[in-house]
């Protein structure tokens, strides 16, 4: 079945203790990208992959890092949670950058950092 | 950097009724998306018109572009109590170094009751 898998699905931290959220799809997307979600924001961009080894900054970037040493996989780094990076989480990948062209997501990370 | 915003922020319909959202934008666009959300998961991609469009039909959903009034309007014919879910209008700002982010509205949240 195509998809975008995130892991873990609820994750609960404490500030500063640095954590990873896995994103992998099995589309041979090209292009891969974290959204966050807030109540009152909607979503933003965090970052996204155009392909390999190439990487950007989306909207709201600070505090985060990405790499994308694989088509697959696009993880997502948090080096010092801090607490106002609590926020639902999802990973997207599309086949092309091309403008506009149709996102999948993942089923999102709740991340919660105390 | 909002670009779509949906209306109504939330609607209740009986199972049955037509549901229909709107979304205004503010730039000139190359397409507009709709998506669905079910609570708490990821987004699914409903449905794309491009500019030079007017009209998309796709089953039930029927999507309208009026470039001149820089808005688009979502109709679901026949809700079912499936049909609960938010829906996200989404444009593709600017060009930026290649990305296309598909910035989101905030939502218009559909609640059909049985």
């Known amino acids: 079945e195509a998809q975008v898998t995130q892991n873990p699905r609820y994750l609960i931290t404490v500030t500063g203790k640095k954590l990873t959220v896995t994103c992998s799809q099995n589309?041979?997307?090209?292009?891969m990208s974290w959204y966050r979600q807030d109540p009152g924001l909607g979503l933003r961009q965090i970052y996204y992959?155009?392909?390999?080894?190439?990487?950007d900054k989306g909207d709201v970037p600070e505090g985060y890092k990405v790499s994308r040493k694989e088509k697959r996989n696009f993880p997502l780094i948090l080096e010092s949670p801090s607490p106002n990076q609590t926020s639902l989480y999802f990973c997207a990948s599309s086949l092309t950058g091309a403008i506009g062209s149709p996102l999948h997501f993942g089923n999102g990370t709740r991340l919660t950092v105390t | 950097s909002q670009q779509g915003e949906e209306d109504p922020q939330a609607l209740s319909i009986q199972e049955g009724e037509n549901a229909t959202m709107n979304c205004s934008y503010k730039t000139s666009i190359n397409n507009l998306q709709w998506y669905r959300q079910n609570s708490g998961r990821g987004l699914v991609h409903l449905i794309l018109i491009r500019s030079n469009e007017r009209e998309k039909h796709s089953g039930r959903l029927r999507v309208t572009l009026d470039t001149s009034k820089k808005s688009s309007s979502l109709l679901i014919t026949a809700s079912r109590a499936a049909d609960t879910a938010s829906y996200f209008c989404a444009t593709v700002v600017y060009w930026k170094s290649g990305n296309t982010p598909l910035v989101f509205g905030k939502g218009t949240r559909l609640s059909v009751i049985a």
């Open positions: 589309m041979n997307h090209e292009y």
């Open positions: 992959s155009m392909n390999v080894e190439v990487t």
